[in-house]
């Protein structure tokens, strides 16, 4: 089974503060993505990757960046946390190709303050 | 990005009545994914469909990929308590990146026993 595993269930921390958030899948999948999930929004992709070292911005890239020097390893990055960026964060792998389905890890909920 | 419309929002239903939810496209997709999540967990896939007009089942579920191309639903037969939960479907659009897929905004469904 394809494990996507994210370093954290749950963080908090302080506005202004720099913070990593980290993905790691058990795969080989070329594809990485980073989304937000928020009531009433849905998913909201933020950066995704499509090889070592490469990544686009999704819809929601402000204030956010991304790390990928490992094909397995996809990091989130916050600058300068904000209180407008508390939400559930979930890192999402896929296969390259047309048809393959995105394996998601179990989220880490994050609150700024 | 994409927009993908899906709905309803919310249901809430008894036990063992069967449920229904759609999501339309304004482009065509050529990957419809449904996806199931639990509260405070990451999505897990329940049913992929990669042809036009195709039809299948896991379970209790039944998912259908529509004629048009940009259009699919969701059936749940028999609902149970644990069924609960967000549905999310997800579409990747012919022509454009194989990398994103497109989401919708989610179906909370609640089921009363």
Known sequence: DVKVTQSSRYLVKRTGEKVFLECVQDMD???MFWYRQDPGLGLRLIYFSYDVKMKEKGDIPEGYSVSREKKERFSLILESASTNQTSMYLCASRNRGG??????????????? | G???????????????????????????????LWYKQDPGEGPVL???????????????LTAQ?????????????ASIPSDVGIYFCAGQFSGGSNYKLTFGKGTLLTVNP
């Open chain 1, 29 to 31: 999948h070329e594809n």
């Open chain 1, 99 to 113: 048809n393959t389905e995105a394996f998601f890890g179990q989220g880490t909920r994050l609150t700024v303050v």
């Open chain 2, 2 to 32: 994409q927009q993908l419309n899906q709905s309803p929002q919310s249901m809430f239903i008894q036990e063992g009545e069967d449920v229904s939810m759609n999501c339309t496209s304004s482009s065509i997709f050529n990957t419809w």
């Open chain 2, 46 to 60: 329940l049913i992929a469909l990669y042809k036009a007009g195709e039809l299948t089942s896991n379970g209790r």
């Open chain 2, 65 to 77: 990929f529509g004629i048009t191309r940009k259009d699919s639903f969701l059936n749940i037969s």
